[in-house]
């Protein structure tokens, strides 16, 4: 890696550490704009799940306070029935369709939702977040983004800020491990990756650290609104042609 690609490569990891800071999740997306121009899509996705359990990690520890396990169990549970799932149907599921769907619905929600301000909060239950986790750990298996429906479930339900991250993040934590491990099983791990990965996590520390101060100006309003943004910005991501 010259000098000029280990420096985006390096202010990729700043900027998604930031980023997750902020908001909680898409680390992913935004390291991987520019990193799949540097390395190899398996490198990239092996990263993800490596930083990943850094940000989330951090990400608890920021709202520790605001965390109930027992409102986080089903989602977990849910996420290590589909999980499974969602990775099984890889191989009969035409990605391009997947991602396209998924991308409109993601548009079609923060547009709705960005233009409708007032949201009235929906009511759920175990059964709800245990689908809801189900659909969150098919997602991620099939996709790579395993927060995205808890997310959103979140955010329809409403509440602080602190409360919703006290969920969402959690989950995804859960989704990563379970993740690395499938990986490591499948021994998809290598030196290399554990370079790349040594090399990244000055900036994503770094990244994550400033994310987490800015995070602590955000009121309510805000920070609902700066996730709506960011799942536009998954929508289309997943909308854009894949190189």
Same mark, same amino acid.
């Given at each position: 890696?010259?000098?000029?690609?280990?420096?985006?490569?390096?202010?990729? /990891?700043? !900027?998604?550490?930031?980023?997750?800071?902020?908001?909680?999740? /898409?680390?992913?997306?935004?390291?991987?704009?520019?990193?799949?121009?540097?390395?190899?899509?398996?490198?990239?996705? +092996?990263?993800? #799940? +490596?930083?990943? +359990?850094?940000?989330?990690?951090?990400?608890?520890?920021?709202?520790?306070? /605001?965390?109930?396990?027992?409102?986080?169990?089903?989602?977990?549970?849910?996420?290590?029935?589909? #999980?499974?799932?969602?990775?099984?149907?890889?191989?009969?599921?035409?990605?391009?369709?997947?991602?396209?769907?998924?991308?409109?619905?993601?548009?079609?929600?923060?547009?709705?939702?960005?233009?409708?301000?007032?949201?009235?909060? #929906?009511?759920?239950?175990?059964?709800?977040?245990?689908?809801?986790? #189900?659909?969150?750990?098919?997602?991620?298996?099939?996709?790579?983004?395993?927060?995205?429906?808890?997310?959103?479930?979140?955010?329809?339900?409403?509440?602080?800020?602190? /409360?919703?991250?006290?969920?969402?993040?959690?989950?995804?934590?859960?989704? !990563?491990?379970?993740?690395?491990?499938?990986?490591?099983?499948?021994?998809? !791990?290598?030196?290399?990756?554990?370079?790349?990965?040594?090399?990244?996590?000055?900036?994503?520390?770094?990244?994550?650290?400033?994310?987490?101060?800015?995070?602590?100006?955000?009121?309510?309003?805000? !920070?609902?609104?700066?996730?709506?943004?960011?799942?536009?910005?998954?929508?289309?991501?997943?909308?854009?042609?894949?190189?």
């Amino acid at each position: 890696m010259d000098g000029l690609n280990l420096a985006l490569f390096l202010a990729a /990891a700043f !900027f998604g550490g930031l980023t997750s800071g902020v908001s909680g999740f /898409a680390m992913g997306l935004v390291v991987s704009g520019v990193w799949l121009h540097i390395i190899s899509p398996g490198q990239n996705a +092996l990263l993800i #799940v +490596l930083c990943g +359990l850094v940000t989330q990690g951090s990400g608890i520890w920021r709202v520790r306070h /605001a965390v109930n396990w027992r409102t986080v169990a089903p989602f977990i549970i849910g996420g290590a029935i589909g #999980v499974p799932i969602g990775t099984a149907l890889l191989t009969s599921v035409d990605q391009g369709t997947l991602r396209l769907t998924i991308g409109l619905l993601l548009v079609l929600y923060s547009l709705y939702n960005l233009i409708k301000p007032a949201v009235k909060p #929906v009511q759920g239950g175990v059964t709800a977040d245990l689908g809801v986790g #189900v659909a969150n750990g098919l997602i991620g298996g099939l996709t790579g983004l395993g927060g995205i429906a808890v997310t959103i479930w979140c955010q329809l339900r409403g509440g602080p800020k602190d /409360a919703q991250r006290a969920i969402f993040q959690p989950v995804m934590f859960a989704t !990563f491990v379970m993740s690395a491990i499938a990986l490591a099983v499948a021994h998809a !791990f290598s030196i290399e990756t554990f370079k790349l990965y040594a090399l990244a996590l000055p900036a994503l520390v770094a990244g994550i650290w400033c994310g987490l101060k800015l995070y602590g100006k955000l009121n309510d309003a805000a !920070f609902r609104k700066m996730i709506l943004l960011l799942l536009l910005f998954s929508g289309l991501a997943l909308i854009a042609p894949m190189r």
